[in-house]
């Protein structure tokens, strides 16, 4: 569906159909899906809108952005004209399958087979078949491929630095790809939380006038997990967010109640910075967080959080 070699399928045409296929020549390791999904309460009746597919492929893994992948694909079909020997047909016939709607096809596998066949034939083109046929149709239509990542690379969420590196990919992905639905889950959690901080209770929004000081967090990376749920949200000023991104203090519950608590990487800050920061312990006064329960923090995203960045809280130490 996105030119891979053995398509995989993606619901953007394919409304109510199964869009995920194990293929030949690439693995699909991990389907992101987006805020769009549907769940129709019919058992074959599930609509998935995947964000990205991470795929391993000769030895290679790699994430892909489902929504750039198939803006670059749309682009060769424009100028497909353009192309040299079978290879206009054989885009065209791609376009054209996928415009049927019907779900993935020996047809178009074979479609796909035929483009990388082309292109290990055309002269001067350094194309290895069977891999990504994408960037050598780009290159022959002189088309530049989008710069920089369409994901944060895989390493990036890798165990080295967890902390940081989940949480970058993190405010990657919100700055580069989020649009309306982003604006939806920030004012909703900023709503639910009356526009104050969760950590230290300031309020510093809703005010007319004046730009919101607080930002809605997300708990769960929405790189990875794409939750744009009040439940995984957290309405933090700019001093508590940064904290919370850097992991240095979390929200825990206990007891049915959430109290603040520091990470081991408190322990690098100085006396007077996590003075600042907040009081080791600090529970969390009901009149800080949603009103409805049922939009307080997800203990389960909590604790998936705290496994994710390999937390360990001062407390238990
Ligand atoms: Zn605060």
Known sequence: MLMLPDPTRELRSTPKSLPIAVT???????????????????????????????????????SIG?????????????QSDLL???????????????????PVTRALTSTVNGIMASLS??????YQEGSDPLPALEMLLGISPPSGPTLPPPDELGEDAPAISARSAHQYRLAKVRGASGRVFSNAVRA????????????????????????????LAWSKHDLDVVPNG???????????DAAIIMPRREDDRYYLRFTN????????EIARIGKEGQPIPDQWLPNDTALHPSSA???????DLGVTFRSDV
């Open 121 to 126: 034939s055309t002269p001067g083109l350094a």
């Open 84 to 102: 040299p020997g079978a290879l206009p047909a054989l885009v065209q016939s791609h376009r054209d399958s996928l415009a049927t709607g019907d």
């Open 24 to 62: 030949k020549r690439y693995i699909v390791k991990d389907v992101g899906f987006g805020t769009e999904s549907e769940f129709t309460g019919v058992a074959d009746l599930v609509t998935f809108v995947p964000s990205y597919i991470t795929v391993a492929n000769l030895g290679e893994s790699k």
């Open 234 to 244: 957290l309405s933090l000023c700019k001093l508590h967010h940064w904290a919370f």
């Open 265 to 272: 990487l408190a322990d690098l800050l100085g006396h007077e």
């Open 192 to 219: 639910s939380y009356s526009n104050r901080c969760a950590f230290c209770g300031a309020q510093f929004g809703g005010i007319p006038g004046i730009r919101s000081g607080v930002d809605a967090a997300h708990i």
């Open 66 to 78: 489902v929504a750039a992948r198939w803006t670059r694909v749309e682009a060769v079909y424009i």
């Open 301 to 307: 995203f909590l604790q998936r959080l705290y496994a």
